[in-house]
């Protein structure tokens, strides 16, 4: 199985910066992508940013040129940076891993519990 574990989350002013992490642990063979999906209150869970092993990103219209996704794979750590932060930014951030147990398996996704980021006055 594959953990995922959020840090780094918390209040921001807007135009303000902050960075999540997400480090995957546990027994499995590989991680193919991770990732990073949000949900506001009272909306859909929506895609924010995500990153695949050899280094191809995909980014929400709505955070294009103010996030940037990283990732270790060595580690397994798979990181946000947020930039020029809105108020509409604020949601619970949810990292996501796209991963195999074994290298037969079936690729399953695996979720963190999630991290609150509030950007407020």
């Known amino acids: 199985q594959v953990q995922l574990v959020e840090s780094g989350g918390g209040l921001v002013q807007p135009g303000g910066s902050l960075r999540v992490s997400c480090a995957a642990s546990?027994?499995?063979?590989?991680?193919?992508?991770m990732g990073w999906y949000r949900q506001a209150p009272g909306k859909q869970r929506e895609l924010v940013a995500l990153?695949?092993?050899?280094?191809?990103?995909n980014y929400a219209d709505s955070v294009k040129g103010r996030f940037t996704i990283a990732r270790d794979n060595a580690e397994n750590t798979v990181y946000l940076q947020m930039n020029s932060l809105k108020p509409e930014d604020t949601a619970v951030y949810y990292c996501?891993?796209?991963?195999?147990?074994?290298?037969?398996?079936?690729?399953?996704?695996?979720w963190g519990q999630g991290i609150q980021v509030t950007v407020s006055s």
């Open positions: 996501n891993a796209n991963a195999k147990i074994f290298p037969w398996a079936s690729l399953r996704d695996y």
């Open positions: 990153l695949t092993r050899d280094s191809n990103s």
């Open positions: 546990g027994n499995f063979f590989r991680i193919y992508v």
